[in-house]
């Protein structure tokens, strides 16, 4: 995308500022400039030829956690989102250049390169290394599955995605089961992959389009993509098409944006009810997180909710600050940012006396599970799959 383009996006917001009361990051400290109308104003001006200061270029392609709420809210339907995207994008190439620019995203060649080495743990761990840093597990995913059998022509495939891999692999082997459960033959890819979201939010377009492209032929045939994190299924199903547009894979890009689900709505497409098991223990409530990605990018319910619903012991209290701080690498360009959002979290999650706080995004598990940490009594911070297996 070229800064015409961008300008195209910019130029459609009709400043009526209807946005400003669902950003996340605009609610901390009411700065018109980190609001999706300041930062789209100011984007116009740039690429008119208007000089803008360092710090203010900052706060406007820095300060953003590409959640989407905004968009969700526009009578014009301009994403704001995107648009910072790809000034991130323009920035990286040189486009937009100058002391600004330098200044703007400082971080980046080192996370890039960073990225590019091990996407996975350089990127989840060290965005919240001043928070919380999870416990490695001994064996990851590829070593749990060595040595079980390698279904040919699978009914599905499960995405795993870096979290499922490296962070979390027992509980891509519980879906598995899931899946033996439901008379379905999935089976997982034996290489990792990684879906590339931390770099395309970072405006690193061409080097998550290396990262992506072996994906292609890693899920073959017209099956279905079950994706265990709601981020990596956005990034698959939504931003692959746009990633590729009018670039090689382009085809192979939308064929399998087109395969993409994520494995709560799976379930609940599927009409899968948990099994019944007799209610020895008191009622549990349980703090349900809708990740930005499932509500603002996929434009979807979360799956989960139908099932939970189902299991008698389990009450359900809703999370309505949607945003956690964690995404479009907020944490990495605005660590103080995705701190003060992430405080607001932690209040509403204390006052909800909840005992497990639950989420389908494993960016979003970790921050909230670095959010409780702090709590006298913390909450179990689980992935929302793990309630089905239990």
């Not at 060649?109 to 080495?117: K, T, V």
């Not at 879906?195 to 994906?215: H, N, R, S, T, V």
């Not at 956005?234 to 547009?245: D, E, G, I, Q």
Request: a neutral charge; aromatic letters at 6%.
């Amino acid at each position: 995308m070229t800064g015409e383009d961008l300008l195209k996006i910019a130029e459609r917001c009709v400043r009526c500022g209807k946005c400003r009361p669902d950003c996340p990051v605009f609610a901390l400290d009411r700065n018109e400039e980190q609001s999706a109308r300041g930062k789209l104003h100011i984007l116009s001006k740039l690429l008119s030829g208007a000089t803008v200061s360092p710090e203010v270029l900052s706060d406007v392609v820095g300060s953003c956690s590409l959640c989407g709420q905004c968009s969700a809210v526009c009578d014009a339907a301009v994403e704001a989102a995107e648009a910072v995207r790809v000034a991130r994008a323009l920035i990286q190439s040189g486009v937009i250049s100058g002391d600004s620019a330098t200044r703007a995203l400082p971080q980046c060649p080192y996370i890039s390169e960073r990225l590019q080495e091990n996407p996975a743990l350089r990127f989840l761990i060290s965005s919240l290394a001043n928070r919380y840093a999870p416990a490695l597990p001994q064996r990851n995913l590829m070593n749990l599955l060595e040595g079980k059998p390698i279904i040919v022509q699978p009914d599905a495939w499960l995405f795993p995605g870096c979290g499922g891999t490296w962070l979390f692999p027992q509980i891509s082997m519980k879906a598995l089961d899931l899946f033996k459960a439901l008379s379905l033959r999935a089976d997982i890819p034996r290489e990792p992959a990684c879906c590339a979201l931390p770099l395309y939010d970072l405006g690193l377009f061409e080097e998550a389009k290396a990262m992506i492209e072996p994906l292609f032929s890693l899920m073959p045939g017209a099956v279905p993509i079950i994706v265990l994190c709601a981020s990596c299924a956005a990034m698959l199903k939504v931003h692959l098409p746009r990633l590729f547009n009018g670039a090689s894979y382009e085809k192979e890009a939308r064929d399998l944006a087109n395969r993409v689900t994520e494995l709560g709505c799976f379930l609940s497409d599927q009409h899968y009810a948990p099994q019944a098991r007799p209610e020895k223990t008191r009622p549990i409530t349980v703090f349900l997180h809708d990740p930005c990605s499932m509500k603002y990018t996929m434009k979807m319910p979360n799956g989960y909710r139908k099932i939970l619903e189902m299991i008698p012991r389990i009450q359900i209290a809703d999370m309505k600050l949607t945003c956690c701080g964690h995404g479009g690498g907020l944490g990495l360009i605005r660590p103080e940012i995705s701190e003060k959002i992430a405080s607001n979290v932690a209040d509403e999650i204390a006052q909800s006396n909840a005992k497990i706080v639950a989420s389908n995004c494993f960016g979003c598990l970790l921050q909230l599970a670095g959010i409780a940490s702090g709590h006298a009594n913390p909450p179990a911070v689980v992935h929302t799959a793990s309630l089905l297996f239990n």
